[in-house]
């Protein structure tokens, strides 16, 4: 059989099953909004984790984007350097394509008002292009921008960009008093560039014996040649980091005597969320809440099927093969699945902004969005389908044995099922009801961690 004759018999089954279950409201209302509450409630969790563990930052391949720390006994730099070493490691680098120094200070906008604090991320001249973002709107640095001579330059935040000028696109080549230096304004970073979550961008040149916006140390950043792995770098960054240490080590000699140890971490090491362990164990309580859901429905079936036994019966003596019934049987749970996961996407859609208000402040990364957008939908997909085989398999499996006689016999008597139904349902109760108590336990015991 071909493709086609797949599909064409997949739609005759749900065809088949709309019908079914068009017949029997009240089991179809309670099984989806069952499985909605499940699915519902993994949709947004996994939305949270996707935008804040597994995606949280937009800037180009971010585990290529590495700090440079190093570690004496008893404490260490942080990834931060004085300009004098930035400026050393730059320039005898030869394990990073590029090296970008950032530090973040107050900035005073003056000429158009009152006077407004804005806060400011002081930033090399390659920060753009390292980083891996182009801007929104017009242009970022260029080495025109870094001759001698040339006009000081700011790129504004989306944010910023939003709230000071409503969006306005005529705001490029505006000229802006920030810290009593005229800067003229070149472009608008996209909303997820929130790099030091900055309302304004001030690359600079940077030169030996100075400071930037007031501060002396900036933070380090270096994107990592392609094709070099973290070990071949580290070895790489031993001697040329052999002049800085010994400075650490004059400048503060209880905090870096020897040995001292240099570390390299991603971008998302450097910067993590503050919650990642308790995200986790929320999405595996919110998977719980789904199994519970899953043996819920499935007894559900379980139950329906005493009234469905004869019908099964009869299809089987007619002809109908025990892979035709479960096939048939699948589809009506598939459409209950995705019945339960459309309305669960509207649930999770409207509970998103309530979990975002309860995240505590500065615990997750300035540059996660957290939206119900495809990965995730694809996410709640995924789960529809196989959550239909968890709770409609062993129903279908029941319901398709190909003992005639016994559920013809059973359906004169009554519609309670034979004892294996009987023993099966009530092994799901307790399994319900167990899982019920280890949700309800292990739920107080997190909340009195938290």
């Known amino acids: 059989?071909?493709?086609?004759?797949?599909?064409?018999?997949?739609?005759?089954?749900?065809?088949?099953?709309?019908?079914?279950?068009?017949?029997?409201?009240?089991?179809?209302?309670?099984?989806?909004?069952?499985?909605?509450?499940?699915?519902?409630?993994?949709?947004?969790?996994?939305?949270?984790?996707?935008?804040?563990?597994?995606?949280?930052?937009?800037?180009?391949?971010?585990?290529?984007?590495?700090?440079?720390?190093?570690?004496?006994?008893?404490?260490?730099?942080?990834?931060?350097?004085?300009?004098?070493?930035?400026?050393?490691?730059?320039?005898?680098?030869?394990?990073?394509?590029?090296?970008?120094?950032?530090?973040?200070?107050?900035?005073?906008?003056?000429?158009?008002?009152?006077?407004?604090?804005?806060?400011?991320?002081?930033?090399?001249?390659?920060?753009?292009?390292?980083?891996?973002?182009?801007?929104?709107?017009?242009?970022?640095?260029?080495?025109?921008?870094?001759?001698?001579?040339?006009?000081?330059?700011?790129?504004?935040?989306?944010?910023?960009?939003?709230?000071?000028?409503?969006?306005?696109?005529?705001?490029?080549?505006?000229?802006?008093?920030?810290?009593?230096?005229?800067?003229?304004?070149?472009?608008?970073?996209?909303?997820?560039?929130?790099?030091?979550?900055?309302?304004?961008?001030?690359?600079?040149?940077?030169?030996?014996?100075?400071?930037?916006?007031?501060?002396?140390?900036?933070?380090?950043?270096?994107?990592?040649?392609?094709?070099?792995?973290?070990?071949?770098?580290?070895?790489?960054?031993?001697?040329?980091?052999?002049?800085?240490?010994?400075?650490?080590?004059?400048?503060?000699?209880?905090?870096f005597p020897k040995p001292w140890r240099i570390r390299l971490q991603t971008f998302g090491e450097t910067f993590p969320s503050g919650i990642q362990d308790a995200l986790w164990i929320l999405f595996g309580a919110v998977g719980l809440l789904l199994l519970i859901a899953c043996v819920n429905v499935s007894n559900l079936l379980l139950s329906r099927g005493a009234y469905r036994r004869r019908e099964m019966a009869i299809r089987a003596a007619m002809g109908a093969g025990s892979f035709r019934i479960v096939r048939q049987l699948l589809a009506e749970s598939l459409l209950l699945a995705l019945g339960g996961g459309a309305m669960g996407v509207l649930l999770a859609y409207a509970g998103l902004r309530g979990i975002v208000a309860m995240v505590p402040p500065n615990t997750i990364p300035d540059e996660a969005q957290i939206t119900l957008n495809a990965p995730v939908l694809g996410f709640t997909l995924v789960v529809s389908l196989v959550v239909s085989l968890l709770f409609g398999l062993t129903p279908a499996l029941h319901l398709a044995g190909r003992d005639l006689l016994t559920p013809l016999k059973e359906a004169g008597r009554g519609v309670s099922g034979g004892v294996r139904q009987r023993v099966m349902r009530g092994a799901l109760v307790v399994a319900e009801v167990a899982l019920s108590v280890v949700l309800l336990v292990g739920a107080s015991l997190m909340i009195r961690t938290l």
């Open 1 to 255: 059989m071909g493709a086609f004759g797949w599909i064409e018999q997949l739609a005759r089954d749900l065809r088949f099953g709309a019908r079914n279950l068009r017949q029997a409201p009240a089991f179809a209302a309670i099984a989806i909004g069952s499985l909605a509450l499940g699915i519902g409630g993994s949709t947004a969790m996994y939305s949270v984790i996707h935008a804040v563990i597994l995606d949280p930052f937009p800037y180009r391949d971010p585990d290529g984007l590495l700090s440079v720390t190093v570690q004496g006994q008893r404490g260490g730099n942080g990834s931060y350097y004085r300009i004098d070493q930035f400026l050393e490691i730059a320039q005898r680098n030869a394990v990073f394509s590029g090296v970008i120094a950032s530090t973040w200070s107050d900035v005073t906008w003056t000429g158009a008002g009152e006077p407004q604090r804005l806060r400011g991320n002081h930033c090399t001249m390659n920060t753009f292009d390292v980083m891996g973002v182009a801007p929104l709107v017009g242009r970022g640095t260029s080495p025109a921008d870094a001759a001698e001579g040339a006009e000081a330059v700011v790129v504004l935040g989306y944010k910023f960009w939003q709230r000071q000028f409503g969006g306005d696109r005529s705001v490029l080549g505006r000229k802006l008093r920030l810290n009593d230096k005229i800067r003229t304004v070149i472009g608008v970073m996209p909303p997820r560039f929130m790099w030091r979550g900055a309302d304004v961008y001030l690359p600079d040149v940077y030169r030996q014996g100075q400071t930037v916006g007031g501060e002396r140390w900036v933070h380090l950043l270096g994107r990592l040649k392609p094709g070099l792995t973290r070990e071949r770098a580290l070895a790489g960054l031993q001697p040329m980091l052999q002049p800085v240490l010994e400075d650490l080590a004059r400048t503060w000699p209880d905090d």
